[in-house]
């Protein structure tokens, strides 16, 4: 039986590594759904019981799902399960699969580069801005930030994804 090379032995650590911090973000994000489950249902019990809703409770939901979804988006860019359009792609076999790949990734690299970018800038002036929530008084760029922390490793993902790929491109003959 052939041993692995060192790179494969570390490729291999680096995705066991990224699948224990997926599932255990997966587990927190559970975690925080449950809770704005439980937190809707408790204002609409104080609602309906006590005659008002809990202030704020309506904006920390909304928020919190914000967050889930961009999380939620990243683990799946990490674990390369996200939607396509794989009709075609999933007959290219060997370098042709490997380029298409890389260019896949590639065009996620830059889009996503893109609004994390656009993303930070957006968080920095808010942030300036010093704007609250209305109902809660949170801190608006905290609820924003999620697009930025999102999309930045989304693109995290892409760039690990387009390192994986160009070596499978160049190492292979």
């Known amino acids: 039986m052939p041993t692995p090379s060192p790179?494969?032995?570390e490729e291999q650590s680096h995705s066991q590594a990224a699948a224990r911090?997926?599932?255990g973000l997966e587990r927190l994000l559970g975690l925080i759904f449950c809770g704005v489950v439980l937190l809707?249902?408790?204002?609409?019990m104080t609602r309906y019981l006590g005659g008002g809703?809990?202030?704020?409770?309506?904006?920390v939901q909304v928020y919190a799902v914000v967050w889930l979804v961009f999380?939620?988006?990243?683990?799946?860019?990490?674990?390369?399960?996200?939607?396509?359009?794989?009709?075609f792609s999933t007959r290219l076999q060997g370098r042709a699969a490997a380029l298409r790949h890389l260019l896949e990734c590639l065009l996620a690299l830059a889009v996503c580069g893109t609004m994390t970018w656009v993303s930070l800038r957006f968080v920095l002036q808010i942030h300036a801005m010093e704007q609250h929530s209305d109902g809660a008084g949170i801190p608006m760029w905290i609820p924003h930030s999620a697009v930025l922390?999102?999309?930045a490793l989304i693109t995290l993902a892409?760039?690990?994804?387009?390192?994986?790929?160009?070596?499978?491109?160049?190492?292979?003959p």
């Open 21 to 23: 911090l997926s599932r």
């Open 53 to 59: 809703a809990i202030l704020g409770a309506d904006e």
């Open 7 to 9: 790179a494969a032995d």
């Open 149 to 151: 922390v999102g999309f």
């Open 71 to 87: 999380i939620g988006a990243a683990i799946v860019a990490w674990r390369g399960t996200h939607l396509r359009m794989d009709v």
């Open 40 to 44: 809707n249902f408790v204002s609409a």
């Open 158 to 172: 892409a760039a690990y994804g387009l390192a994986k790929h160009l070596r499978v491109l160049l190492l292979k």
